[in-house]
Each structure stands twice: as structure tokens, then as C-alpha cells.
Nanobody
Framework: QVRLVESGGGLVQPGGSLRLSCAAS????????MDWYRQAPGKQQRELVA????????NYADSVKGRFTISRDNAKNTVYLQMDSLKPEDTAVYYC????????????WGQGTQVTVSS
């Protein structure tokens, strides 16, 4: 089982940028596909924001395409989410998830990091 710890959240003005990090430990990080999800205030479900496979292929939700970039550094056991041109509607708790290839849902989750976009 892989353990995940997110960091990098905070308060940012609209149009600003943040980079989230998710550090993994306890298992072979490189075999996992990695996801970033977010849960907006008042919403019960988490939204899948971005995915990067063990081979480095990426995919994004339409709402963040062109503004967010997911990447991974297997040597550091870390996945990143670079968020640019942030909007108030990006405000949410962001979670990373580790997903075994072929699985539909992550098998491990981080504790989440708050991102607030407000002037």
C-alpha cells in the first residue's frame, strides 16, 4: 500500500498560480497511475482533474485543460499539479490518488490540501 502526502495548497488571487505536490512512500511508486481529484465546497463527490499513467501519458478534465499540468518524478516518488490561470471555481480540497494500472479508482488517497482562489 502506498502512502500519500499532499502539500502546496493555499490562498491565491484569480489569475495566479500554485503547484501542488504529492509525495509517495511505502510501495513502488513508478508502477502506479496517479490521479488528482478535487472536492469543491458543498459538493459530495470528488471530481477527477488530471491523470498521469506509469508511462507518463496524461489526461485532463475539460474544466482545467490548458491551465493545469500534471507531471511526475519517479526518482523523487512525487507527482505534481501545476495550476495556472486559477479561477474562483477552482477552489476546492485537492487530493492525490494512487491507482493500480487497469483499476478504475485509486487504492490509496492523501489527506488533501486546500486551494482557495479569491481576491
Amino acid at each position: 500500500q502506498v502512502r500519500l502526502v499532499e502539500s502546496g495548497g493555499g490562498l491565491v488571487q484569480p489569475g495566479g498560480s500554485l503547484r501542488l505536490s504529492c509525495a509517495a512512500s511505502g510501495s513502488i511508486f513508478s508502477i502506479y497511475d496517479m490521479d488528482w481529484y478535487r472536492q469543491a465546497p458543498g459538493k459530495q463527490q470528488r471530481e477527477l482533474v488530471a491523470t498521469i499513467t506509469s508511462g507518463g501519458s496524461t489526461n485532463y478534465a475539460d474544466s482545467v485543460k490548458g491551465r493545469f499540468t500534471i507531471s511526475r518524478d519517479n526518482a523523487k516518488n512525487t507527482v505534481y499539479l501545476q495550476m495556472d490561470s486559477l479561477k474562483p471555481e477552482d477552489t476546492a480540497v485537492y487530493y492525490c490518488g494512487a491507482r493500480r494500472p487497469g483499476w478504475l479508482q485509486p487504492s490509496s488517497w492523501g489527506q488533501g490540501t486546500q486551494v482557495t482562489v479569491s481576491s
